[in-house]
């Protein structure tokens, strides 16, 4: 539905000057909301019709002034629909400051991501995980990259981005690093997430992505038989480091813990219960949701063989998740 707009000119009538006459000021009513400023023009009372909001007389100086408050009305008008056509919705004060030169600048993508980053950081430790933090980094980074390449420009505003420039976004990822379709995609959905920062925080009016659909391939995931993954925990490797990441990877399949929840796992986590047995008691920290796991013998021998041998009270000796996939890539058991 389109905006009413409505241009009114009148007389501040609380301010007399020494020689009779009173400020004409303008009033920009827009949806029954208003915002007004002075036009810098000036006439005696006897000389307005507060009826035609304009002046009485004859003479040049009354037709310049009526030509200047015709032009202050024409330039408004023009302001309205400029705003309107841009951001799809409009308001007094925005006019009225677009007039006097007084127009915010318009946000940046970069600038508003880095404003996201810098809160989001911190939440970590409390509501959110380093890793995610620096998920969210490296995807403003791949955009300032994409943006550097594709339109030769520092930034970009939220104006500019439309369904061409995600779809372009993803593309640049995809062909210019080794990310498969659900990876990449990972970046478009954090580069949502950040569009959505900018609209509940009132900085855009619109959605660029209310048009683009994320789309995630399903992927059947393969496992691993028993004979496997003895081979892999009877494997002698000459590196220690390839045989710490063995361990975890051992550990986690006999767990069914997940990395994050491995890095976490803590001497309070590992129970004695009511069956004489050991068991893992903790938090998933994804869902929250407790879980009971019980130590079989083979995860419990690799508790054992780092006990009391890692700094800060650690279980297990855990890498980055990065080195961590680094290293299983190449691995080969014979």
């Known amino acids: 539905m389109k905006s009413t707009f409505r241009v009114l000119f009148f007389l501040k009538r609380d301010k007399v000057k020494k020689n009779g006459n009173m400020p004409i000021m303008a ?9 007004q400023f002075n036009t810098k023009l000036e006439v005696n009372p006897k000389n307005w019709s507060a009826k035609t909001g304009k002046v009485n007389g004859r003479g040049a100086e009354f037709t310049r002034m009526n030509e200047m408050l015709d032009s202050i009305k024409a330039t408004l008008h023009r302001h309205y629909q400029t705003i ?34 810098e809160q989001y950081v911190l939440k970590v430790g409390k509501t959110a995980t380093q890793k995610t933090y ?17 339109y030769n420009v520092e930034d970009i505003t939220f104006r500019e981005i439309n369904v061409m420039f995600i779809e372009g976004f993803y593309l640049f990822i995809r062909e210019n690093y080794p990310c498969t379709h659900n ?6 959905q954090r580069f949502r997430t950040v569009v959505l ?10 959605n660029p992505f209310g048009a683009y659909k994320l789309k995630f391939e399903y992927v059947e995931r393969d496992f691993l038989e028993q004979a496997e993954l003895d081979r892999i925990y009877q494997k002698t490797f000459a590196s220690k ?17 997940s990395y994050v929840d491995v890095c976490e796992l803590a001497p309070e986590n590992i129970r004695l219960s009511f069956d004489g047995n050991l068991w ?5 920290h994804k869902t929250s949701i407790t879980s009971n796991i019980r130590l079989l013998d083979i995860p419990k021998s690799i508790l054992q063989k780092y006990d009391g041998k890692l700094p800060n009270g650690k279980l297990l000796p855990v890498i980055s998740n990065q080195k961590m996939n680094d290293y299983c890539a190449p691995v080969k058991v014979a």
């Open 197 to 206: 920062f900018a609209h509940n925080l009132g900085l855009i009016t619109f």
């Open 27 to 35: 009033r920009i009513t827009i949806d029954g909301k208003l915002a």
């Open 280 to 284: 893992i008691i903790k938090k998933r």
């Open 183 to 188: 990876t990449a995609m990972k970046f478009i």
């Open 241 to 257: 480091r390839l045989e710490q990441v063995r361990d975890i990877f051992i550990f986690s399949c006999y767990t069914g813990l």
């Open 134 to 150: 620096t998920r969210y980094e490296l995807t403003k980074n791949r955009l300032a990259e994409y943006i550097h390449d594709k």
């Open 84 to 117: 309107l056509e841009r951001d799809s919705y409009v308001t007094a004060e925005k006019v009225r400051n677009v007039f006097l030169g007084k127009e915010e600048k318009a946000k940046t993508l970069l600038q508003v991501f880095s404003q996201h980053n």
